[in-house]
C-alpha cells in the first residue's frame, strides 16, 4: 500500500484517532473530551471540550520556542514601494497591544469585528487580536462596494470595525473611509467604534465620538494576553457568495480549524518550520485567511503580505522577483495571475532575470486549472505545479496531489486525488452513486473533517438546506463533476449560481437582483461566459419594459455602473445583451443552462419543457452580436 493510501484509509476509517494524532501538533489548554461529537448531525463539533488558543498558537508558542528573531511577515508592498519585515516577537508585541486597544475600545470575547483593509500586516495583526481575545473577525475584502458591506455589517453586527485610510490598486489610490461611512448609513446595525489604520499616503477625517486613530489607540494600550477559548468556540466568519444577493457567513471554530490548517502546511503543501510560504491572493478571501494567515503561522513560516498584482507592478516579473528576493520555497495563487503572466510574458523571458533555485512548488486553487496554463506553468518553472480544489466552506483543498505525503503523477484538468479526510462520491441527480468516469454532483460523506465549516453564521437553517438537504449524509459542494477509473477527481464547474472570476466567486442571483432594481427593465439572467483571462465574466440579458424610454446602449451603461456601486467592480459585470424574451420553461423557469451551452458554443438538448423554442435562436443572435461563443 502506498503512503497516501494508509493515510487516507485511516482518516476515513477512524476519523478520531487519524485527527488526534493531528491535535499533537497544536497546544491545548486542556484537552477535549470527545474527539468527534457525532449526537447532533448533520452538525458535528471537533474536540469539544477542548481548550486553547489560535494566536497563541500562530504566534506567542513560536517565540517562546526560540523564532522571535525570525521573520514571521514580510510585507512586499510595489504599490508603495515598500518592504517591511516584522519577527515573530514584534509580531507577538503588536498583535498583544492591539488586542489591549480593542479591548480598551470594549471589544470582548465572543464579539464580532469587522476588518475591512487591503494587504498589510496590521490586516493580520488585527485578525490574531481578536483571536487573541476570543472575539470573532469577519474579514470583508476589499472590492466590494458600500452596500456589500452594509449587508455584511447588518448580519454579523460587529462590535466594532478596524480599516485602512485606504488602499493603493494597481495604479488608483482607493480611500476607504467613505465607502466605510456609506455602508454604516445604509446599515441597520451601527457599530459603536470604527478604528482607522492611517496610512501615509491617505490621511482618513475621523467622525466624531465613532472613530479613533489606530495610530493613537495603540500608543496609550495595555498589552493582552491570550484567552482560553473552547475548541468549538467561533474564530471567524468569512461570508461568501450563494445563489442570492444575501452571502453566506461560513463560520469557522477554533479547535478543528488549528488542527486541520497545520496538518496541512507539512502533508499537502510540504513546508517546514522556519521556509518562506507565499499566498498571492488576498487576507478578504479564504486563501489569505488559511494561506496568508493561518497557514503558514501556525507552522512557523514566514508569510508574505503581497501588496501588488500579477502584472503591472511594475511588469510580468514580479512573482519572479519576490520568490528570489524573500527565498519563496512554494507559491500559491490563482491561475488567473498566471494566465495574465503568460498574456505580457508567453516566452517566460523576464523569468531569466532572477534566480529561482529555492523555489519548490506551485499550488493553484481558485478556479479551475486550464491544462494549456498548467503546461506553459510546469514547462517555464520546473518545478511541481499542484492543481488543487476547494472552497470557502472548507477551508481547506478537498482533494489535491499532497506533496507531503506522496506525489502522484499529474493529469492536467484535475485536482487529483481526495484529501485525507474527505470522503468523495459522485451522485446522480436522484441521489444514485455514480461510477468511475461519470460526471454528477460532486459531494463528500459526512462528517467532514476538521476545519470546515460548522455551521452559517446566525442561520442553522440555511446551512441544512444549502449543504445538507439534497443528499442526506453527504455534504453538496455544488461542483459538478467524475472521478476517473485511478481514482483522480475531476471538477467541472459549478452547478449553481455561483461563478468564479479571476479566482473570486460571485453570485449571478446578486447581479440578477441589482439589475432588476433598474427601473427600465422587466426580467434579467445573468450567467458566466467563458473568458480567456480571467477564466469567467458575467453577462445579463435583459428584457426591457415596454416603451422604456431610454437608448439600450443607455441603459446597458447604466447597469455597469449599478453592478459596480452595488456589487463591486470585481464583478467585472459589463456585458449586456438586450433580448425581446428570455428563454423558459412552460413553469415560467428560465432555461439558464441552455443559454449557458449556447454562450460556450456547447451542443445543448433542446429542453422538451420550453415555453417557445424559437426564442434559441434569437438568443443566439443575440449572443453572436456580442462575439459569443468566443
Ligand atoms: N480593492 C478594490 N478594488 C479592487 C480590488 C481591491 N482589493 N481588487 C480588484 N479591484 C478592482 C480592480 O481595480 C478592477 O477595477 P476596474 O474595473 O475599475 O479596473 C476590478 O476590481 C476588477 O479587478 P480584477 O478582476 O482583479 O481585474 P484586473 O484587470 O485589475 O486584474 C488580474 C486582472 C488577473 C491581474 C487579477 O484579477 C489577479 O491578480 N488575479 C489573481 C486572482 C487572485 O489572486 N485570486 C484570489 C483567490 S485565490
Ligand atoms: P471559493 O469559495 O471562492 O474558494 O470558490 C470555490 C469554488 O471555486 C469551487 O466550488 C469551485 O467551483 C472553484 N474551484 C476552486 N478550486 C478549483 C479547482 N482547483 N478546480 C476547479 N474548480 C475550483
Not at 61 to 87: K, L
Not at 142 to 167: K, M, Q, T, Y
Not at 553 to 582: H, K
Not at 612 to 622: S, V, Y
Request: proline share 6%.
Amino acid at each position: 500500500m502506498g503512503a497516501y493510501e494508509e493515510v487516507y484509509r485511516q482518516s476515513i476509517e477512524d476519523p478520531e484517532s487519524f485527527w488526534a494524532e493531528a491535535a499533537r501538533g497544536i497546544d491545548w489548554y486542556r484537552k477535549w473530551d470527545t474527539v468527534l461529537d457525532r449526537s447532533n448531525p448533520p452538525f458535528y463539533r471537533w474536540f469539544s471540550g477542548g481548550e486553547l488558543n489560535t494566536c497563541h498558537n500562530a504566534v506567542d508558542r513560536h517565540v517562546e520556542r526560540g523564532r522571535g528573531d525570525q521573520a514571521a511577515i514580510i510585507h512586499d508592498s510595489p504599490v508603495t514601494g515598500t518592504i517591511r519585515t516584522i519577527t515573530y516577537s514584534e509580531l507577538r508585541d503588536q498583535v498583544a497591544l492591539f488586542a489591549g486597544a480593542l479591548r480598551a475600545q470594549g471589544v470582548q470575547k465572543g464579539d464580532t469585528v469587522i476588518i475591512y483593509m487591503p494587504m498589510i500586516p496590521e490586516a493580520l495583526v488585527a485578525m490574531l487580536a481578536c483571536a487573541r481575545l476570543g472575539a470573532v473577525h469577519s474579514v470583508v475584502f476589499g472590492g466590494f462596494a458600500a452596500n456589500e458591506l452594509a449587508i455584511r455589517i447588518d448580519h454579523a453586527r460587529p462590535r466594532v470595525i478596524v480599516i485602512a485610510s485606504g488602499a493603493i490598486e494597481g495604479r488608483k489610490t482607493l480611500a476607504y473611509k467613505p465607502m466605510v461611512d456609506s455602508a454604516i448609513v445604509q446599515s441597520e446595525h451601527k457599530p459603536e467604534k470604527c478604528i482607522i489604520f492611517q496610512r501615509d499616503f491617505l490621511e482618513a477625517e475621523l467622525t466624531e465620538a465613532r472613530d479613533v486613530s489606530w495610530q493613537e489607540i495603540v500608543r496609550d494600550a495595555e498589552p493582552a494576553d491570550c484567552v482560553p477559548v473552547r475548541a468549538t468556540d467561533p474564530l471567524y466568519i468569512l461570508y461568501t457568495s450563494g445563489t442570492t444577493g444575501m452571502p453566506k457567513g461560513v463560520m469557522r471554530d477554533n479547535g478543528g480549524h488549528a488542527v486541520a490548517i497545520h496538518w496541512t502546511m507539512k502533508n499537502i503543501y510540504n513546508v517546514e518550520p522556519g521556509e518562506v510560504y507565499w499566498a498571492a491572493s488576498d487576507v478578504g478571501w479564504v486563501v489569505g485567511h488559511s494561506y496568508i494567515v493561518y497557514g503558514p503561522l501556525l507552522k512557523g513560516c514566514t508569510t508574505i503580505v503581497y501588496e501588488g498584482k500579477p502584472i503591472g507592478t511594475p511588469d510580468a516579473g514580479a512573482f519572479w522577483r519576490v520568490i528570489e528576493q524573500h527565498g519563496v520555497s512554494t507559491l500559491f495563487t490563482a491561475p488567473t495571475a498566471f494566465r495574465a503572466i503568460k498574456k505580457e510574458d508567453p516566452q517566460g523571458a523576464l523569468l531569466k532575470k532572477y534566480d529561482l533555485s529555492g523555489f519548490r512548488a506551485l499550488f493553484l486553487a481558485g478556479e479551475r486549472l486550464d491544462p494549456d496554463t498548467y503546461h506553459w506553468a510546469r514547462k517555464l518553472l520546473q518545478v511541481p505545479v499542484i492543481d488543487h480544489w476547494w472552497q470557502t466552506e472548507t477551508a481547506w483543498a478537498i482533494a489535491a496531489n499532497p506533496l507531503g505525503i506522496e506525489k502522484f503523477p499529474v493529469k492536467p484538468g484535475s485536482a487529483t486525488k481526495p484529501a485525507p479526510g474527505y470522503d468523495i462520491r459522485i451522485l446522480s441527480d436522484e441521489g444514485e452513486e455514480l461510477g468511475p468516469e461519470q460526471e454528477g454532483n460532486i459531494v463528500v460523506r459526512l462528517p467532514l473533517p476538521p476545519g470546515t465549516l460548522a455551521t452559517l453564521w446566525n442561520n442553522e437553517e440555511r446551512f441544512v438546506k444549502s449543504y445538507m438537504s439534497s443528499f442526506p449524509g453527504f455534504y453538496e459542494t455544488s461542483d459538478g463533476g467524475y472521478i476517473d477509473e485511478d481514482g483522480y477527481v475531476f471538477v467541472m464547474g459549478r452547478i449553481d449560481d455561483v461563478i468564479n472570476i479571476a479566482g473570486h466567486r460571485l453570485s449571478t442571483g446578486a447581479m440578477e437582483e441589482v439589475i432588476a432594481t433598474h427601473p427600465d427593465v422587466a426580467e434579467c439572467a445573468v450567467f458566466g461566459v467563458d473568458d480567456s483571462l480571467k477564466g469567467q465574466v458575467p453577462l445579463g440579458l435583459v428584457v426591457l419594459k415596454a416603451g422604456a424610454a431610454r437608448d439600450s446602449d443607455e441603459i446597458a451603461a447604466e447597469l455597469v455602473q449599478m453592478v459596480r456601486e452595488q456589487i463591486g467592480p470585481i464583478a467585472c459585470y459589463r456585458q449586456t445583451a438586450i433580448v425581446a424574451r428570455l428563454p423558459k420553461t412552460r413553469s415560467g423557469k428560465i432555461l439558464r443552462g441552455t443559454m449557458r451551452a449556447i454562450a460556450a458554443g456547447r451542443e445543448y438538448r433542446m429542453p422538451s419543457t420550453i415555453d417557445n423554442p424559437a426564442i434559441l435562436d434569437e438568443i443566439t443572435d443575440n449572443l453572436k452580436q456580442l462575439g459569443l461563443p468566443r
